[in-house]
């Protein structure tokens, strides 16, 4: 669909709301829109929104472009909002990552390839993800009175989580250990609070607000 010289990328699935991303590194505009929904409302929709899309095309074009990791020893990587040195060693055992000041050891085969290295990287990133999803859940399930059945970890593109209102099972952005810890206790709450309203209405907002007053300030800094 062409909507103002734009080419806007549309999607029909089977959802109850229309949803609309500006997405990085280029500021494509993506259109998820419930099956019933005819092409000119998706056009009055997205037409409302002109606006909003240009100042996040104009976000995403100001942001540095961050080249693409080798894993390689000298690179910065982020944990929790932080840059950690990579130090690549050859592994005595094991493959494994281990943190120490402000350094990152990658023990790894002499052999691997950069996918093989980012693979353990990765495994790495879920391991501290893990390690710190377990309490966050603990503390605003009691808070919130909701119950998850099941919760995951993905490397997700357009989305920092996600929440199945009818089976209670919420997936979270392997990306978010990149990002501040504060980060990653909002989208926690943000998606256990669909286990109260599964929409994104104000009584949605309401309840964020409610467990998590900062939350408007916190997801500003989800770029």
Same mark, same amino acid.
């Given at each position: ?18 949803? =609309? ?42 942001? @540095? ?32 990552? =281990? ?10 085969? @002499? ?23 377990? @309490? ?47 980060? =990653? ?39």
């Amino acid at each position: 669909m062409k909507i103002a010289q734009m080419e806007i990328e549309v999607e029909k699935k089977k959802i109850k709301n229309l949803h =609309l991303y500006v997405l990085p590194p280029d500021g494509k505009v993506r259109v998820t829109a419930p099956k019933s929904v005819s092409d000119a409302t998706i056009r009055v929709f997205v037409e409302s929104k002109l606006a909003w899309i240009d100042a996040q095309q104009q976000k995403i074009q100001m942001r @540095p472009r961050q080249a693409e990791l080798q894993y390689v020893s000298g690179e910065q990587i982020p944990l929790w909002g932080k840059w950690f040195t990579l130090v690549v060693q050859p592994a005595q055992g094991k493959q494994d990552v =281990l943190m120490d000041g402000d350094s990152v050891f990658l023990h790894t085969r @002499p052999e691997t390839n950069r996918a093989q290295r980012e693979a353990l990287i990765l495994q790495w990133y879920r391991e501290q993800m893990t390690y710190e999803i377990v @309490p966050l859940l603990e503390k605003w399930q009691t808070r919130m009175g909701v119950q998850t059945t099941a919760w995951g970890i993905k490397n997700m593109k357009t989305r920092w989580g996600t929440c199945n209102f009818r089976d209670r099972r919420i997936w979270l952005n392997l990306q978010l250990a990149k990002k501040d810890l504060i980060c =990653l206790e909002y989208v926690v709450v943000h998606e256990l609070a669909h286990l109260i309203v599964s929409n994104h209405s104000k009584e949605f907002k309401d309840v964020l607000s409610r467990f998590l007053p900062g939350w408007k300030d916190i997801k500003k800094t989800l770029v």
